[in-house]
């Protein structure tokens, strides 16, 4: 071969190549996006909830999307008494007293946390374990796992009685 004919026929394999890895990407990113589009599905009316893979209901709202185990419905009967707002946790030091309730820890802490300078846990008053004690002056949330769900206020403490519902109702409450 002449020194122009191997010259031609690199450059051609290194177009094939590029053209090739081009494709590669291409392909990649739009099946990214594909797959990305089907983790959320919507009911047949477009203002209903979504919901992702994990089952979780989906609610917009001006400041995002949170995803919550109950729909806004299944929660509406749960007394919710509390006068605080978003705009109350917004760049404070917000304290959790869960218990062993790690499930209710981990909905409130990954729903308010991104408002919050920080989200640690806490004891309501005396402790066992080595977390710091707080009371109604700092923003605390304690939750309670009774048999009936509601939720109240005193001061900046929030208590939460029963389970996952009441944890939803509150949120529900806090963001909407």
Do not use: H, W
């Amino acid at each position: 071969m002449t020194p122009e004919e191997t010259e031609r026929k690199r450059r051609r394999n290194s177009l094939i190549l590029a053209i090739f890895m081009l494709g590669i990407l291409f392909i990649g990113t739009a099946g990214y996006a594909f797959l990305s589009s089907l983790s959320f599905s919507s009911s047949d009316d477009k203002s209903g909830p979504l919901i992702n893979e994990e089952g979780k209901f989906g609610v917009e709202t001006n400041n995002g999307i949170f995803y919550f185990r109950n729909t806004k419905e299944t929660v509406a009967n749960i007394p919710v008494d509390v006068t605080l707002t978003l705009n109350n946790y917004q760049n404070s030091f917000l304290y959790i007293d869960s218990g062993d309730n790690l499930q209710e820890y981990n909905e409130i802490a990954t729903t308010l946390g991104g408002f919050t300078n920080r989200v640690q846990e806490a004891c309501y008053g005396k402790c066992e374990k080595n977390l710091p004690e707080k009371d109604c002056s700092a923003m605390l949330i304690i939750i309670n796992n009774t048999l009936e769900n509601e939720v109240y206020q005193k001061d900046n403490c929030v208590f939460i009685n029963g389970n996952i519902k009441a944890v939803d109702a509150f949120l529900y409450k806090i963001l909407l």
